[in-house]
């Protein structure tokens, strides 16, 4: 019984530890948030001019709840939260030459335009620039034994691809977008 009751104590001395670990890792998540300011200037197209919008903070549990029902494809909480890659030619938007804008899969943000888009002939949607600079972070990415930039949503943070020197004029970018993580919304020519 002795026996019995010493283990309980550290089963349960274990489960608080464990407890405690992962909401002092949240903590440490949200604290580093924190750093950021809360608002943004973004480039909207429907006002067509910059405006404030807010961050969008969610936790990886909200965001996999959120990416997994309809519109999304299979692909997008993998490629959005967790920095993964659609196979080339795979996407919806590769070969898609409509007129209109393409918004973040993840929280709306408008980050590319059609006029933008161009056939580089990899396989992935590409843009020779986004919709404006504001719009896009980038970050350092040496997964892969690879030095490449990861360009995220600025808003919400979510990786939507990579940009590279090869592109063409006028500044040599190539943005290598995967499809799963944008929205498109045709525009009207007349606006
Ligand atoms: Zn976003």
Sequence with gaps: MKNYR???TALLMVGALIWWAGSSFAKEDIMDK???SAQIKVYSVD???????DRVFKTEEQWKEQL??????DLAYKILRRQGTEP??????AKHTEYGVYRCAACGQDLFHSDHKYDSGTG????????ARENVDFHEDRSFFMVRTEVVCSRCQS???HVFNDG???????YCMNSAALLFEPLSRNR
């Design 6 to 8: 010493r283990y309980l």
């Design 159 to 161: 990786h939507i691809g």
């Design 34 to 36: 924190s750093n950021q």
């Design 124 to 131: 992935w949607p590409s843009y020779y620039q986004p919709i």
């Design 47 to 53: 006002e067509d001019r910059f405006i404030t919008v």
């Design 88 to 93: 080339a030619f795979s996407g919806r938007y």
């Design 168 to 174: 063409p004029a006028p500044d040599g970018e190539r």
């Design 68 to 73: 997994s029902g309809e519109p999304y494809e």
